[in-house]
């Protein structure tokens, strides 16, 4: 009965490979994120989609493709991999309006480019 | 733009001491405060929020936040803090738009030693 669970949540891959980190929530919520954790522990938002729409697009590179199905599942393709995209992934979702803005994190996905 | 600021990045205390966790924001618009928490290798946890109202917000594990409009300040307090409270504390704020993003201050870590 997780509420934001992420698959998978280590990947090791050579550069240039491609890859897919997935992320699904049940809790009803209507927009979900994905953030960026670097090596220093700092968290930035990548992209959010609410009711499967972009709303938010940060300075990300275009080798970064989020994809959402339905409201549910929100997924990140990364094309070429490099090394610095070594990170910890973390998906969370929230429900849009005002006053209940809590945003619930997943356990994270650990990427290591090698 | 928002910005968030948590000067110390880490901080030592002892055990069944009081502590005190700084966050500084700036935003030209009113906006919602967070504090989440991150144990090793986990996901981040809300701990407390400030939407509106009380400005002395709670949670259940006997941490409490105080929102200070003019000195634009979201300091985390404990009166006691234990050894399992050892963790990455994250200030964020969020503004009251449509898009609902965190923004993020840098961590800090809090070390209770025995």
């Known amino acids: 009965d997780t509420a934001v669970s992420q698959t998978p949540k280590y990947l090791v891959t050579q550069m240039g490979n491609d890859k897919s980190i997935k992320c699904e929530q049940n809790l009803g919520h209507d927009t979900m994120y994905w953030y960026k954790q670097d090596s220093k522990k700092f968290l930035k938002i990548m992209f959010s989609y609410n009711n499967k729409e972009l709303i938010i697009n940060e300075t990300v590179p275009n080798r970064f493709s989020p994809k959402s199905p339905d409201k549910a599942h929100l997924n990140l393709h990364i094309n070429s991999l490099e090394l610095g995209d070594s990170a910890v992934y973390f998906c969370a979702s929230s429900h849009r309006g005002q006053g209940n803005t809590e945003a619930f994190f997943g356990q994270g996905t650990r990427l290591t480019v090698v | 733009a928002q910005s968030v600021t948590q000067l110390d990045s880490q901080v030592p205390v002892f055990e069944e001491a009081p502590v005190e966790l700084r966050c500084n924001y700036s935003?030209?618009?009113?906006?919602?405060l967070f504090w989440y928490v991150q144990y090793p290798n986990q996901g981040l946890q809300l701990l407390l929020k400030?939407?509106?109202?009380?400005?002395l917000v709670e949670s259940i594990n006997g941490f409490e936040a105080e929102f200070n409009k003019s000195q634009t300040s979201f300091h985390l307090r404990k009166p006691s803090v234990h050894i399992s409270d050892t963790a990455e504390y994250f200030c964020?704020?969020?503004?009251?738009?449509?898009?609902?993003?965190?923004?993020f201050g840098s961590g800090t870590r809090l070390l209770v030693r025995p």
């Open positions: 964020a704020v969020s503004d009251m738009d449509s898009s609902y993003k965190l923004i």
């Open positions: 400030y939407l509106s109202g009380s400005t």
């Open positions: 935003s030209s618009v009113s906006v919602y």
